[in-house]
């Protein structure tokens, strides 16, 4: 069973900037296409960027459009989400997720990393 590894978050700046990393093992993320996903206390899981196993499709949140971007380096296996303009409402885990075609849909991804916390103070 293929395991997603995500890292980065932390702590930042209302207006700063973090960069998460999913990570996986053998050459994972050029067969496969990679949400990422947020949740915060007493909300549901949403969807945030998507990015496609060919590296020529991605799709953002409206809420992160223009702050975020996500990509991909499948030498290293890894999938990233730079986040800029940081809001207080940017608060939640931010996890990544693995599935075959685009979607939005929390339920249509099989596969999942345990979570990343990013906190952003004003």
């Known amino acids: 069973q293929v395991q997603l590894v995500e890292s980065g978050g932390g702590l930042a700046l209302a207006g700063g900037s973090l960069r998460l990393s999913c990570a996986a093992s053998g050459r994972f993320f050029s067969a496969y296409d990679v949400g990422w996903f947020r949740q915060s206390p007493g909300k549901a899981r949403e969807f945030v960027a998507f990015i496609s196993r060919t590296d020529t499709i991605t799709d953002y949140a409206d809420s992160v459009k223009g702050r975020f971007t996500i990509s991909k380096n499948d030498a290293k296996d890894t999938v990233f989400l730079q986040m800029n303009s940081l809001k207080p409402e940017d608060t939640a885990v931010y996890y990544c997720?693995?599935?075959?075609?685009?979607?939005?849909?929390?339920?249509?991804?099989?596969?999942w990393g345990q979570g990343t916390q990013v906190t952003v103070s004003s």
């Open positions: 997720a693995v599935r075959f075609g685009n979607s939005r849909e929390v339920t249509d991804y099989s596969i």
